[in-house]
């Protein structure tokens, strides 16, 4: 094997996956062997606007010519744009949460909003305890791995006494074992929950309007502040503009996001924070902050997003293209080794039977790149695909499926 100067992510470096890239299109990339791959998990959840979308290309060039590196205190007439135009997609068509009421602070990933929404949460509760699910990925830094519940939490790599997990969603449909973790850890010692609102790499796992009804009762009853890990579902990805909108009953204190934030094309991130969390840093020092704070650039290609995120035929074009995945669901669905088909928005996973064991390789040799896990293969398209560019894509999963 060829050596490289650089790590792998993930992988054991003596045989890692790795993927031969030449170039790209707005919805597939070509190897350097020439063959075409269908991108049909927006390279890891981010790119949900395609690989080579003009409108955010043109919106980094133009900061680009203007200024690209500025003071994270500085101010000008970009951030606060920006900003606003986050603040009215996350309220959505309801005010579910009076997001002008609270602030956003950026980041450059969603592990660094989740860090900052657990540093943030234990310094105004002066406690550490925080609640998380078994199947659940949260970042790649200490304290996001640390409220992770999947492989990726090692122990030497955590600060898992801090760390309680609750049940998954099905194993506690009432939250009664939830309630008795509470009491046992003892609510004067917890912070917060830290959750995602629908599980993104982890099987796109949907919890019930019950479960989350649930949470939101012991967040009230038990003075637990509520984190929503909006990283993967965020940004129209499940239907509606923020995963948590499919709940119109939840008052998250924090709310993470990243990937769709930039579509990918530039790495940024954000918490926001609702109006008791303002409040409490309007007496007392935010002990967060990082050179490339509010990056420029991060914040052109957000409101490029953003003015997206509001063009009608942008939404009209993601209800098409949902019709047409749930007319490959229900041929998949036959197939005797798929077991369960999970889906929301442009967000599935289609789970296969136990004697069955997928390969990352299969399915890219054959012309599509998915986000494969032993069981189960999950699809999170672009939200820009055309019809028939997306047609192509699924008629190529579909014979690799047959011919499994």
């Known amino acids: 094997m060829a050596d490289y100067p650089y790590f792998f992510t993930w992988a054991n470096q003596s045989s890692p996956t790795k993927i031969e890239f030449e170039s790209n299109e707005d919805h597939f990339f070509v190897l350097k062997n020439g063959h075409k791959v269908y991108d049909l998990s927006s390279i890891s959840f981010q790119a949900s606007f395609g690989l080579n979308n003009e409108k955010i290309k043109e919106a980094i060039k133009k900061q680009l010519d203007s200024f690209s590196v500025v003071s994270p205190k500085a101010i000008f007439p970009l951030k606060d744009q920006a900003t606003y135009k986050l603040l009215s997609h996350l309220d959505g068509y309801k005010r579910q949460i009076n997001a002008l009421d609270g602030k956003v602070f950026y980041t450059l990933s969603g592990a660094e909003s989740v860090e900052n929404a657990l540093k943030m949460a234990r310094q105004i509760k002066k406690k550490n305890v925080v609640l998380c699910r078994e199947r659940s990925y949260h970042g790649a830094s200490l304290g996001a791995l640390s409220v992770t519940g999947d492989w990726r939490n090692q122990p030497h790599q955590t600060v898992d006494e801090w760390t309680t997990r609750i049940p998954e969603p099905h194993n506690d449909p009432f939250l009664t074992q939830t309630e008795l973790i509470i009491k046992d850890v003892g609510p004067e010692n917890i912070a917060a929950f830290c959750l995602e609102t629908i599980t993104g790499g982890n099987g796109v796992i949907i919890p019930p309007e019950s479960w989350w009804q649930g949470i939101q009762r012991l967040c009230d009853q038990y003075n637990i502040f509520l984190i929503l890990d909006e990283v993967i579902c965020g940004f129209q990805r499940t239907g509606r503009r923020f995963g948590f909108h499919n709940y119109p009953f939840l008052k998250p204190h924090f709310i993470c996001m990243s990937k769709g934030i930039t579509g990918g094309y530039i790495p940024f991130g954000a918490v926001w924070a609702n109006r008791d969390i303002v409040e409490f840093y309007n007496e007392n020092v935010l002990s967060c902050g990082l050179t490339s704070y509010a990056h420029p650039l991060g914040l052109a290609a957000m409101d490029a997003i953003c003015d997206i995120l509001a063009d009608g035929h942008f ?27 999970r889906t929301i928005g442009l967000l599935a996973a289609i789970e296969f039977t136990s004697d069955v064991t997928l390969d990352f390789n299969y399915f890219l040799e054959r012309g599509v790149h998915l986000v494969v896990q032993p069981q189960t293969l999950i699809l999170s398209p672009a939200l820009t695909f055309n019809k028939m560019d997306l047609q192509a894509a699924l008629e190529t999963l579909n014979k690799a499926l047959r011919e499994l």
């Not at 939404?315 to 019709?323: C, F, G, Q, R, T």
């Not at 490959?328 to 197939?335: A, G, H, S, V």
């Open 315 to 341: 939404l009209e074009n993601i209800v098409n293209l949902k019709k047409m995945m749930k007319g490959y669901f229900l041929k998949w669905e036959e197939l005797p080794n798929v077991k369960e088909i």
